[in-house]
């Protein structure tokens, strides 16, 4: 950021550009050709017309200028069509989110407008921590994450930036701080920190673009999606124990009215909403959308427990500790296995680019959810592409985000 002096409290700094003169042409075009593939995708999901025809959509390295004009007025039109839970579902679903060097053409295409509208602000936002996602070394997720760790995954996209928190953004900062003490979800799902998030940005108008906030943003996301998945996770292995319990104890029918069910319900019907649980981020969707989500998840693992308690030995100690257990408090106390006992086991993936990137390929892995002792999820919180689990739950952050605070619009 050179010598220019930086008022932490109001700065507006405009993105630092590529080293290569945002006018070239041929600048201009490396990054269309690198975005392109990505755009035919969303056409093609969305159904969108596509103005090239197929020898016409392998492009050129070097276009005439009929073919430049032609592609930046589609690329800019398409811009304007897609909205970012589209953007979101097709980069969360498919092997294109693991292409860096596309990603990070994305990014700085929406950055270098020169007149950005809420929904290119909502794009940049999802698309950071997104490529924070593919980037970050693997030793990332075991951590809690600082300032200086955002600054040096994003240093590709955003150049060396301060990583001094700004002012305004100490909001995040303070429910950063706090995510570390949620044990259960809880906890997480009575505050509104989504849409505490999405204030900030939406308050900050032109200075959300400041460097500096851009990484608070990344960090704050990327946390917040995390602890959810954690959180999330270590109910999900409550419930699917509590199945195997019923299992072994050879019960056929469980009532589910908590989760929204009949007072009936096969059992091997429930073990299946448990085996295929999908995250509710790919589709359009508000704060109350996904706690009503998170609540049907916590009401399923009321009802196994209950069912539970129906089969276990009456003894003077059991009825002690069945009573202890029966608000949701004691039974998250008693039966959850604790945030940190969560861990998931797999392979990273994306693309590596003459570094350790954790051996990721662009491939799909396989995972299993086991219950262990490290002192973070380890599980790559990333799309449904780059890991499954063992019993069919896709576990995508990255998205769940995509968990993030962007507008659903």
């Not at 073990?271 to 790919?282: G, H, L, N, S, T």
Request: hydrophobic share 35%.
């Amino acid at each position: 950021m050179g010598d220019t002096a930086v008022n932490k409290t109001t700065s507006t700094l405009n993105i630092p550009v590529r080293s290569k003169p945002a006018n070239s042409r041929q600048a201009k075009w490396v990054e269309d050709r690198s975005v392109f593939p990505i755009y035919l995708a969303l056409a093609k999901q969305f159904e969108i017309e596509i103005p090239f025809s197929q020898e016409k959509r392998n492009l050129p390295e070097k276009p005439d200028l009929e073919l430049f004009d032609e592609v930046e007025a589609w690329l800019d039109e398409m811009d304007q069509r897609v909205a970012v839970h589209q953007l979101r579902k097709l980069l969360q679903t498919t092997t294109l989110n693991a292409n860096e060097t596309s990603l990070c053409a994305l990014i700085h295409r929406h950055l270098q407008k020169s007149s950005k509208t809420n929904v290119d602000r909502d794009k940049v936002d999802f698309l950071l921590v997104q490529y924070f996602a593919l980037c970050a070394p693997a030793k990332i997720y075991h951590k809690q994450i600082e300032p200086a760790d955002v600054a040096q995954v994003m240093k590709p996209v955003l150049n060396d930036v301060d990583d001094t928190t700004l002012e305004w953004c100490e909001p995040l900062e303070q429910m950063i701080e706090k995510l570390r003490s949620f044990r259960s979800l809880r906890e997480i799902l009575k505050t509104n920190f989504i849409e505490q998030g999405r204030k900030v940005k939406e308050t900050a108008g032109g200075m959300f673009y400041d460097p500096a906030a851009l990484l608070t943003f990344v960090r704050f996301n990327f946390l917040l999606r995390r602890t959810f998945i954690e959180l999330m996770h270590a109910d999900l292995i409550a419930i699917r124990s509590g199945l195997s319990q019923l299992e072994t104890a050879e019960v056929r029918i469980i009532d589910c009215h908590h989760f929204g069910l009949s007072a009936t319900e096969p059992l091997a019907k429930i073990r299946e909403v448990a085996d295929e649980w999908k995250q509710p981020f790919q589709q359009e969707y508000t704060e109350r959308s996904v706690n009503q989500t998170f609540e049907k998840l916590l009401g399923l693992r009321t009802d196994v427990e209950r069912a539970l308690e129906k089969i276990a030995p009456k003894t003077p100690e059991k009825a002690a500790h069945t009573e202890k257990t029966t608000s949701p408090r004691g039974a998250e106390a008693s039966r959850s296995p604790a945030r940190s006992a969560v861990i998931f086991t797999g392979t990273r993936t994306g693309v590596a680019r003459g570094k350790n990137r954790a051996n990721r390929s662009a491939q799909p892995c396989s995972s299993a959810v086991s219950v262990t002792s490290p002192d973070r999820l380890t599980l790559p919180l990333n799309p449904s592409q780059y890991c499954r689990t063992k019993d069919h739950a896709f576990v995508a952050v990255w998205h769940m985000p995509q968990l993030d605070t962007t507008s659903p619009r």
